[in-house]
């Protein structure tokens, strides 16, 4: 069983941008996704003008009108809107303060996926933390290469962990590495035949089936919450 591709993309987005989004309020976080609150240059349907605050920075048309598109934008372009229905602030000392919140619609996924993925932690702790890490920044780092976004679970399962345990124990490496790192490492010394273990790729072997049998088990509990909900 796999989870429907609608479904994927939304745990994609929930546990990437939307998590930045909503969830990480740092200066880093927020500039990597920067599109998703952005603003665009405005000007003044009255004189013509660009629209800055004191720091030269573009805000949004203080008109009754709630947006007001810059000279050849597209439409398109505008993701982001006046916090509170107002673009600008100025507090009793003067100061200019310019927010801006999400999309309506953003805000309605990003509260949706929570809700449903929360509702799976309730039947199942391993199930959201399987549905987090495959669909989370581990899996997107595996996904990018030969193992896929499965190799993120292995370590998670009792044959990757007990995988990890015996390399240390023989190998006695001084360099620290996560599990994730370590299992990596041993799954590329596989591909190399001096290097290569019976052993070793047994293990692996039984960690894919283990890792692939605790997807399974989430995707099953997904599916299960929604329908719940449906009916």
């Not at 996704?33 to 240059?41: L, N, Q, V």
């Not at 509170?84 to 509260?111: F, K, M, Q, S």
């Not at 019976?198 to 399974?216: I, M, N, S």
């Amino acid at each position: 069983m796999r989870m429907p591709h609608a479904d994927e993309s939304d745990l994609e987005w929930f546990l990437g941008e939307g998590e930045c989004v909503f969830m990480r309020s740092t200066v880093g976080a927020m500039l990597d996704r920067a599109k998703t609150m952005s603003s665009i240059p405005l000007r003044d349907d009255r004189t013509g003008k660009r629209i800055k605050d004191k720091f030269d920075r573009y805000v949004a048309q203080p008109t009754d009108r709630p947006f007001a598109v810059a000279d050849g934008a597209d439409l398109t372009e505008i993701d982001a809107q006046p916090t509170g229905g107002r673009a600008i602030e100025v507090t009793p000392d003067g100061a200019v303060r310019v927010g801006n919140d999400p999309p309506h619609n953003l805000v309605v996924r990003y509260a949706s996926v929570s809700r449903r993925l929360s509702k799976v932690g309730k039947r199942s702790v391993t199930h959201s933390r399987v549905l987090e890490v495959y669909y989370g920044d581990a899996g997107s780092k595996w996904g990018r290469t030969k193992y896929g976004r499965i190799f993120s679970l292995y370590a998670r399962t009792p044959a990757g962990a007990q995988l990890v345990i015996d390399v240390e124990a023989k190998e006695k490496s001084p360099v620290f590495l996560t599990d994730d790192e370590r299992l990596g490492v041993i799954a590329g010394l596989q591909g190399i035949p001096t290097q290569s273990k019976a052993w070793r790729k047994r293990a692996l072997v039984k960690a894919d089936k283990q890792a692939w049998a605790l997807y399974r088990a989430a995707c099953v509990c997904w599916l299960e919450v929604a329908n719940a909900h449906r009916t």
